[in-house]
Every structure is written in structure tokens, then in C-alpha cells.
């Protein structure tokens, strides 16, 4: 019962990991690259509608892959050794994600809420939320390599 | 830093350095944490 637990933990992490980096590489493989060659009249479409959608689905996949993911290592026994990097190999990438989801829900979840105008601010504050929400989303994309690295090498490879 | 953040080209190739970083790191580390039973058994297995 108890491997069936873990298992289920597992692949709860990795549903919840598919959902955030899906979408993370959807912002900055498509939309921010896409954004520049969307006409001005289409743009709101992008802004007050799939973006907030995305972005719901974005912070609360980077919560779920936390939360499954320090369970898992919980129960497999290894949180602690993953954590001090006694275990390198899962600990880099532990450090990695758990970095990523502080970005998505501290820093670029509130620079959004501004650039897409869901909160109040000046108009002068939206440029800058919308380029700090998108310095950070690359500083996501950049992690998210050596991390999904780290993640699949700790299960799947020896010698790393 | 921002320089290579704003190209997305950049952004991929500095993340398979910092794979590669990481690499380096990871053995560095287990090695350095071996006990000394474990670093013999494994330079018998080499």
C-alpha cells in the first residue's frame, strides 16, 4: 500500500511539473516571442484573457509540483540528504524548482498582476512589471534545463 | 545577465551551461562526500 502511496505521489508530481513547465515554455517559446506580431486590435485577447487563464493554471502547477515533490522526498527518505546536497544529483534540482516556484509566485505572479492591469496601478509601472514578469520567466526557462536534467538523471541515470 | 535573458537563444544555451556547471558539481560533491570505505570500494570497481 505504501508503494502505491509513492507511486501516486510521483505521479502526482509529474502531472503538477508537465502543467507549470508546459505552460512556462508556452509563455516564452510562443506568447512573448508571438506578442510583436499580434495586431493591436487582437492584443487584448492575449492580455485580459488567455494570459490570466494561463497564469492560474501556471502558479498553481509550480504549488502542486512543490508541495507533491517535498512529500515525495519525505517519504523516500531523502528530503533532508537532498536538501544539504548530500544527495547532489536530486538536490540541485530540488534547490532549482523550489527557486522557479518563489520567481512565479513572489516576483512574476505580482509584476502580471500590474502589466496585465489586474491590479490598480500607474500606467508608468506597467512597462516595468511586464519586463521584470519577463526577465524572470526566462530566469525560470533558464533553470527549468538543468533541472528537468537533474530530476530524470537522479531516477534514471548512474554516474552523475 | 539581462542581455542573455531578453534572447531566447542565449536563455537555452545558458541553460545547457549550467547543466554541464551542474554536472561537474554534482560528482565534485559526491565524491567529496564519500566515507572513506565507500571512495575504496569504489576505486576497486574502476
Redesign the interface.
Known amino acids: 500500500m505504501e508503494d502505491f502511496i509513492v507511486f501516486l505521489v510521483r505521479y502526482l508530481h509529474v502531472l503538477c511539473g508537465v502543467m507549470w513547465i508546459g505552460i512556462l515554455w508556452y509563455f516564452?517559446?510562443v506568447q512573448i516571442?508571438s506578442m510583436a506580431k499580434i495586431p493591436a486590435e487582437q492584443k487584448p485577447a492575449i492580455t485580459k484573457v488567455i494570459a490570466p487563464e494561463a497564469l492560474f493554471w501556471f502558479r498553481w502547477g509550480a504549488a502542486g509540483t512543490v508541495l507533491f515533490g517535498l512529500i515525495l522526498a519525505y517519504m523516500n527518505g531523502y528530503l533532508h540528504q537532498a536538501l544539504t546536497?548530500?544527495q547532489?544529483?536530486i538536490g540541485?534540482g530540488m534547490w532549482m524548482g523550489l527557486i522557479m516556484a518563489f520567481n512565479v509566485w513572489f516576483i512574476i505572479w505580482p509584476a502580471q498582476k500590474i502589466a496585465l492591469g489586474i491590479v490598480e496601478a500607474d500606467a508608468d509601472a506597467k512597462p516595468a512589471a511586464g519586463r521584470r514578469a519577463?526577465?524572470f520567466s526566462?530566469?525560470n526557462?533558464?533553470?527549468?534545463?538543468?533541472m528537468l536534467?537533474?530530476m530524470i538523471s537522479a531516477q534514471n541515470a548512474t554516474g552523475? | 545577465m539581462?542581455k542573455?535573458?531578453?534572447s531566447?537563444p542565449k536563455?537555452?544555451i545558458?541553460?545547457?551551461v549550467?547543466?554541464i556547471i551542474?554536472?561537474f558539481?554534482?560528482?565534485y560533491?559526491?565524491e567529496s562526500?564519500k566515507s572513506d570505505a565507500e571512495k575504496l570500494i569504489s576505486d576497486i570497481i574502476k
Open positions: 516564452n517559446f516571442p546536497l548530500q547532489p544529483n540541485f519577463m526577465l526566462r530566469t526557462t533558464l533553470l527549468s534545463i538543468p536534467f537533474s552523475f | 539581462s542573455i535573458l531578453v531566447l536563455t537555452i545558458a541553460g545547457i549550467l547543466t551542474m554536472v558539481a554534482t560528482n560533491l559526491e562526500n
